[in-house]
């Protein structure tokens, strides 16, 4: 069978196949852990940190596996992981399963994470990598979107169904792979080139000393640790505001899990046009670096945060969502290409790295100290808390603009 299939076309299936489990999953799990485990605000938070801290810290380690041993072993590992992650939650519903789940889950990802695109780029000898990752992505979007219906019938017939099958699906994936997946191109990473703990650290304090004294750098940092700060609870908690605080239009007695569906599929059709949009706009104008577009788009979503925590009433809350949704999706892209164009390719990837820990520091800071807000007070004052964690990115980036228009931003 893996014959007739080039390896192209299997990191397709990989990339639609996986992204259509995760949706599974994903659209169901938020309603699964309130409705049915009846979890707080905190707890609800804190399963976000446990996921986000499990990926922290094992994503060097797992790297090991997949320099030194091989990628599709360290792929398979993963899917392996995560499906029985899912499984274990769908299947016991308990808070301490749902903890389990996401320490398992997110070792599970760190296995998986980036070994999937090295081992493409090298089956492909780093050719054609462009396309086929941009083919990878549109392959995902159209069945994230698939899986969010298939999920949304199931889950509302039981809630837990879709997660189960999304877990069971991850097994089945990983065995499937074992008879697809070639790895004919897999060179070893000698000893003292593997990534370890001594390497993170050594990477960590390189982005540092890169950074350390250059202004813009120094705020794309402190950009990257709000984005953390305030994304976690937000994410988190944006579901329980509609079912705790909004509630749902009696529609057809439509279950809440319907709505959630509605509204994941509406947001992704909605930020997959707008996205389309924005980058067509900006590449006919040549205006990809202008840094006011990154600072509206802020101010938006800030606002949109504000009225989406002070809503009420559905049609508020579906509006401002949609509406925070489509310009965080909006903002990712054009924040990282102003962000890398800026960076001088040597240190590039250096310092990415480093912005990339930051933002996993925020997240596991941040969404303790909004969900214990959210178990205190309110989630509707969680979340406008969040914005106005969120809200210093506006300045710092008003402030970035008087670096626009420099050869080099790293100079600076």
Not at 150 to 174: D, E, K, Y
Not at 399 to 410: A, E, H, P
């Amino acid at each position: 069978m893996n014959r007739k299939l080039s390896q192209s076309a299997v990191y397709l299936i990989y990339s639609g196949a996986t992204a259509l489990f995760f949706s599974l999953v994903f659209t169901v799990s938020q309603v699964y852990r309130i409705n049915t485990i009846h979890l707080n605000p905190f707890q609800l938070v804190l399963v976000g940190t446990v996921l986000e801290t499990s990926c922290f810290i094992f994503e060097v380690p797992t790297g090991i596996v997949a320099d030194m041993k091989s990628r599709k072993v360290s792929i398979i590992i993963g899917i392996i992981l995560i499906g029985v992650a899912f499984v274990i939650e769908g299947s016991i519903p308990v808070f301490s399963a749902v903890i389990a789940s996401q320490l398992l889950w997110g070792l599970g990802y760190t296995f998986t994470s980036g070994a999937d695109d090295a081992w493409i780029a090298d089956e492909l000898g780093g050719k054609g990598l462009d396309a086929i990752y941009l083919k990878g992505a549109q392959v995902s979007q159209l069945c994230s979107f698939i899986g969010i219906i298939i999920s949304t019938l199931i889950g509302s017939i039981r809630v837990n169904i879709p997660m189960i099958i999304g877990g069971i699906s991850f097994l089945a994936l990983s065995v499937i792979l074992v008879f697809l997946m070639k790895e004919t191109s897999f060179t070893p990473a000698p000893a003292e080139g593997r990534n370890s703990w001594q390497q993170m650290r050594h990477t960590f304090f390189e982005g540092i000393k890169f950074i350390k004294g250059k202004p813009v750098l120094v705020l794309m940092m402190a950009i990257a640790l709000l984005y953390g700060l305030y994304s976690e609870g937000f994410d988190r908690l944006w579901i329980a505001h509609f079912l705790s605080d909004t509630g749902f239009p009696n529609l057809m007695e439509m279950k809440p899990v319907v709505w959630i569906g509605i509204i994941d599929g509406t947001a992704m059709l909605l930020s997959i046009a707008a996205v389309e949009y924005i980058k067509r706009r900006l590449e006919k104008s040549g205006e990809l670096d202008r840094v006011w577009i990154l600072t509206l788009i802020n101010v938006f979503m800030v606002a949109a945060m504000i009225f989406f925590g002070f809503s009420g009433n559905f049609p508020l809350a579906l509006s401002t969502y949609l509406l925070f949704y489509i310009l965080r999706t909006t903002n990712g892209p054009i924040y990282r290409a102003w962000r890398n164009k800026n960076i001088k390719s040597e240190v590039r990837a250096t310092v990415i790295s480093t912005y990339g820990q930051m933002d996993a520091l925020g997240q596991i800071i941040g969404g303790p100290i909004i969900g214990f807000i959210a178990l205190k007070t309110s989630i509707s004052t969680a979340i406008v808390v969040a914005s106005v964690i969120l809200s210093p990115v506006i300045m710092l980036l008003i402030y970035g603009s008087k670096f626009t228009g420099n050869k080099s931003f790293i100079e600076s």
